[in-house]
């Protein structure tokens, strides 16, 4: 019960923040996930021409021009140039307040929500757990940390991350995730500021190929030295779903390949980790899909992070044969995609697919790959 009025609270204390972080005549979200101030492009109107005859003026001695139409127009710039001063000045600071806000929702979420839920409510181990914070705060400087990860429920990406997230931490290191349109803007553009973006969420449109925009600016993240987690699943695949329970992963979608690929001139690290347990702890029922909430308790999520995945000699290929097929296709545009880039891609995606399937390996079947009883139940009546 208490945990339920926390909840309602924050979530009354989000809302009530909307008019500071989403002004709709200050800051919008649009579809790219970005924010932009919406006034800074108006021009403000040029005043009137006075219809009257000839003033008497004096002329200035340098420029022989009117004296006071000079000052006329010098006080229309100075105007204008102090209104685009204090847009961009407002704008900037509501920025730096979103960033405030997002550090402290992310604290405050992860603190008395989250972790409490998967360390109280369930149980959780982290075997190499160094691996990954060392190279949060630590890895040389513009690096781009790629970390990759097998997909089981809605919430592996905010309750996983909440467990491998250290503090203190700041609000830059913070990693960005993907999140589907669909359950991106399903509560329209504020709710996406206040929650989702605040902690570091970008759009991604599924009925897009991987040259979307919406992948592009997710890309830049990674390739400006921040740090992305990706899903290469591309969608929600438990034990139910795999024919083959030797495989413990479903097929890997070529944009991991891409966006590694992208950041190649920056010497990425590809961090990989295996986690078991939150399919039982988010269980999905196969005859609807639906997901069972809430979420279930007293389940044991185990998290194996692997050692860095060395694509270092595919990256060299891929320097050597990118120039010579763009230039033979007549591509400029460093974002759009080759034939001989997917197969480089597909090659990236191998690797990561083969260092998932490897840790997936030291995962125990009867004891962290077992279906909800729930889910065997709804099998069973079917």
């Known amino acids: 019960m208490r945990a339920s009025w926390l909840l309602l609270g924050l979530i009354a204390a989000h809302m009530s923040m909307a008019s500071a972080f989403a002004p709709s005549q200050f800051v919008q979200l649009n579809a790219r996930g970005r924010h932009f101030p919406s006034q800074l492009s108006q021009r403000v109107p040029p ?7 000839f003033a008497r003026t004096r002329m200035s001695a340098s420029s022989q021009t009117p004296a006071t139409g000079g000052g006329a127009a010098s006080r229309s710039k100075g105007t204008t140039s102090l209104l685009s001063l204090t847009r961009f000045l407002l704008v900037k600071f509501l920025i730096l307040l979103r960033e405030i806000y997002g550090q402290l929702f992310v604290f405050v979420f992860d603190t ?36 990759v990860s097998n997909h089981c429920s809605s919430l592996d990406e905010p309750l996983l991350f909440s467990t491998l997230i250290p503090w203190p931490i700041k609000q830059w290191e913070l990693r960005y995730s993907l999140c589907h349109d669909g ?14 973006y605040a902690a570091r969420g970008l759009p991604i449109y599924r009925n897009r190929n991987m040259d979307q925009e919406a992948f592009r600016i997710f890309a830049e993240k990674a390739r400006k030295g921040g740090w992305c987690h990706i899903f290469p699943e591309g969608r929600i695949w438990q034990p139910w779903k795999l024919r083959n329970e030797d495989r413990r992963l479903g097929p890997l979608r070529p944009g991991v390949g891409k966006l590694i690929a992208y950041c190649e001139e920056q010497s990425p690290i590809v961090l990989p980790f295996y986690h078991t347990g939150m399919h039982r702890v988010l269980p999905q029922f ?8 809430p979420p279930k308790t007293g389940n044991k999520v185990t998290i194996r992070i692997g050692e860095p995945i060395h694509v270092k ?3 060299d290929e891929y320097r050597q044969k990118r120039e010579e097929a763009r230039k033979e296709h007549g591509i400029e545009d460093a974002w759009t995609t080759t034939s001989v880039e997917e197969e480089l891609y597909a090659k990236l995606t191998n690797r990561v697919e083969e260092a998932l399937l490897k840790l997936s390996q030291e995962v125990n079947v009867e004891e962290e790959w077992q279906t909800h009883p729930s889910v065997l139940s709804t099998k069973t009546k079917k």
Not at 47 to 53: I, W
């Open 286 to 293: 196969p005859n609807s899909r639906a997901q069972s909430f």
């Open 313 to 315: 000699d595919l990256l």
């Open 47 to 53: 005043r009137p021409k006075s219809s009257g005859g």
């Open 112 to 147: 008395f929500i989250q972790k409490p839920f998967m360390y109280i409510l369930n149980k959780v181990e982290i075997k190499n757990h160094d691996r990954l914070t060392k190279l949060i705060s630590s890895r040389p400087r513009g690096a781009p940390l790629i970390t």
């Open 183 to 196: 359950m991106f803007f399903r509560l329209g553009p504020i709710f996406a500021q206040l929650f989702f």
